[in-house]
Antibody, heavy 119, light 110 residues
Framework: QVQLVQSGAEVKKPGASVKVSCKAS????????MHWVRQAPGQGLEWMGI????????SYAQKFQGRVTMTRDTSTSTVYMELSSLRYEDTAVYFC????????????WGQGTMVTVSS | QSALTQPASVSGSPGQSITFSCTGT?????????VSWYQQHPGNAPKLMIY???NRPSGVSNRFSGSKSGNTASLTISGLQAEDEADYYC??????????FGTGTKVTVL
């Protein structure tokens, strides 16, 4: 069964960092792109960035440049999204979503990880 | 990169057809056939409904169809059903090698 399973909810203080994981199973991990998307409470979807299948290239939304880092561990088929210098407005559900090569769309999504920034 | 513009809400009666838009620019929607549509029910992850403007993934009902003209893409839901009530988001690849989502449309089945 193809699935993406994300890590659990996090509560962080302003200025801290958070690292969300996304474990892939049921497919060849190194043949798909991985997007990260977030959704603040009651708001729409916001694209954060993408990692290529070989894991050596990333592209981030300008809004998150300098604060977001996407990495992966091929041995465990897990991708990570780390967001630093957290602000209250970073409170959101963070999703990972895979995209087949050559397809500018995400066909499988993780269940989402709630990140709450609170003092 | 500004979000693509979608109407905030659209409604229709069961059995009817509805169409709503996703407007961008020549740097995103108008420049690429890389428009996709996602359905999201409350508390759930988005689900891919349409990719590459008008293609349906396996398992998605043929009541959903997509099109594009210029800088505006559209999603049509025909034979509206209660289960179609959800939020819908468009997405496009951009000339900056990034992606952008639409503002979202809430579909209500009357």
């Amino acid at each position: 069964q193809v699935q993406l399973v994300q890590s659990g909810a996090e509560v962080k203080k302003p200025g801290a960092s958070v690292k969300v994981s996304c474990k892939a199973s049921g497919y060849s991990f190194t043949r798909y792109y991985m997007h990260w998307v977030r959704q603040a409470p009651g708001q729409g979807l916001e694209w954060m960035g993408i990692m290529n299948p070989s894991g050596d290239r990333t592209s981030y939304a300008q809004k998150f440049q300098g604060r977001v880092t996407m990495t992966r561990d091929t041995s465990t088929s897990t991708v990570y999204m780390e967001l630093s210098s957290l602000r209250y407005e970073d409170t959101a559900v963070y999703f990972c979503a895979r995209a087949p090569s050559g397809l500018d769309a995400s066909d499988i999504w993780g269940q989402g990880t709630m990140v709450t920034v609170s003092s | 990169q500004s979000a693509l513009t979608q109407p905030a809400s659209v409604s229709g009666s069961p059995g009817q057809s509805i169409t709503f838009s996703c407007t961008g620019t020549s740097s995103d929607v108008g420049g690429y056939n890389s428009v996709s549509w996602y359905q999201q029910h409350p508390g759930n992850a988005p689900k891919l409904m349409i990719y590459e403007v008008s293609n349906r993934p396996s398992g998605v009902s043929n009541r959903f169809s997509g099109s594009k003209s210029g800088n505006t893409a559209s999603l049509t839901i025909s034979g509206l059903q209660a289960e179609d009530e959800a939020d819908y988001y468009c997405s496009s690849y951009t000339s900056s090698s990034t992606y952008v989502f639409g503002t979202g449309t809430k579909v209500t089945v009357l």
